[in-house]
């Protein structure tokens, strides 16, 4: 009897909800016809629910009482199956200790304990910017947003000086769909961590402290660029040398393209890494205005229209605020502009290029007198007028 204990996918970041082939449960069942899954939660997960609806005939349920698993999981083995058993309820977020326990001829075997961290990862986004001076409840781990000292504006921060043989790690709870076109992440950061020995490079064993940025679509941290450490900015460095701090003067940019390394329309989850070795430290790391396929901060789902359109707004008659919908059939030049009564221009609410899809505008008309306005898409060819009133 074989049995792959299946994770909730939006807990477990450790771990995910695939086989040995690194398969999700759907891709499973193709690769095997002889696999079934039984479900014994209270409510079924994702990867469960998918298997569910791709394979009706293959999905049985062993009610909510997990003491119920073990037969019904031995009538199915019996009779030649594969066993995917779903047995994992909501265990919160938080460091967890979980325990393996298998059977053989009546007699338990049970694994040593395994304590890992669970996070709980929000909704998933087409993109996502930030540039962390306002409230930021969207990260996990052991860095902080923060204003450090010496600087104007707050950053993510590993602790300075960061200290010896300890891993930061600091994950984005968002995950991203990556796009077709224009999926890529831009940040800035000081990374004054401790230089390997001269000529090293990331994965030689003389490769000392380094920072790096990963991300995963449920197996492997793939890096996103290879990991480095302070010799790569002059500026970090010499203040590295000098046992200096890291200051304002100090940021630089990097940009990667998540198409190199992962397909359109796979959901990812992306994370800041700083690996410090037992012996030397140095300033730490620090990271700002972190943007991901920004194009599509707004857009709110992945299911691309097939028309253009502009919706009435919501809600009408307003005070002060409303909310304006617009679909983009295709990648176009937009112009969102508000007019009063009299024709004249009283606010511009989009205003460069957008990728297809749908979008949300809020617009506040707090400095404007009660009437009747009209707003205005332009979209390449298409144009659309329709009328709202702001009634205070």
Not at 65 to 73: F, I, P, R, T
Not at 99 to 115: E, I, R
Not at 242 to 249: E, I, K, L, N
Not at 363 to 375: D, E, R
Request: charged fraction near 20%; aromatic fraction near 14%; glycine fraction near 8%.
């Amino acid at each position: 009897m074989k049995f792959y204990p299946v994770k909730e996918e939006n807990l477990a970041i450790h771990e995910s909800p695939r086989n040995t082939y690194g398969d999700t449960l759907v891709q499973s069942g193709e690769r095997f016809s002889n696999i079934v899954v039984l479900d014994a939660d209270l409510a079924e997960s994702t990867q469960t629910k998918r298997f569910k609806k791709r394979f009706p005939g293959k999905f049985f349920d062993a009610g909510v009482a997990e003491q119920n698993l073990m037969g019904v999981a031995a009538g199915l083995a019996m009779s030649g199956k594969i066993v995917f058993a779903s047995t994992f309820a909501y265990f919160g977020s938080g460091s967890k200790t979980f325990q393996l326990n298998s059977y053989k001829d009546g007699v338990s075997y049970k694994s040593a304990p395994n304590t890992i961290e669970l996070v709980e990862l929000l909704a998933s986004k087409n993109g996502y910017v930030s540039d962390f001076n306002t409230t930021n409840t969207d990260f996990s781990g052991n860095m902080t947003i923060k204003t450090e000292s010496g600087f104007a504006n707050a950053a993510i921060h590993s602790a300075h000086p960061y200290g010896k043989g300890l891993d930061y790690i600091y994950l984005l709870k968002v995950p991203i769909i990556v796009a077709e076109n224009n999926a890529t992440l831009t940040y800035d950061d000081i990374a004054i961590v401790e230089p390997g020995d001269p000529g090293s490079v990331y994965g030689n064993t003389n490769f000392w402290d380094y920072v790096i940025v990963e991300a995963s679509k449920g197996g492997d941290w793939i890096p996103l660029s290879d990991g480095y450490d302070c010799r790569a900015d002059s500026r970090w460095l010499t203040a590295y040398n000098a046992g200096g701090s890291g200051t304002p003067a100090m940021w630089k940019s990097h940009s990667v393209n998540l198409r190199n390394f992962f397909s359109a329309g796979d959901e990812i989850i992306i994370r800041f890494r700083l690996f410090a070795d037992q012996y030397v430290d140095g300033w730490g790391w620090a990271i700002d205005n972190l943007s991901i396929q920004p194009l599509y901060v707004g857009v709110e789902d992945e299911v691309i229209p097939t028309k253009f359109e502009l919706s009435q707004n919501y809600p009408n008659p307003f005070n002060p605020t409303t909310a304006i919908k617009f679909s983009l059939a295709k990648e176009s030049k937009v112009s969102l502009k508000v007019f009063n009564n009299l024709g004249e221009q009283v606010a511009e609410l989009v205003n460069g290029n957008k990728s297809a899809g749908n979008y949300r505008i809020n617009f506040n008309a707090s400095n404007l007198a009660s009437g009747i306005y009209y707003y205005r898409l332009e979209a390449g060819d298409f144009v659309q007028t329709r009328k709202m009133i702001l009634l205070k």
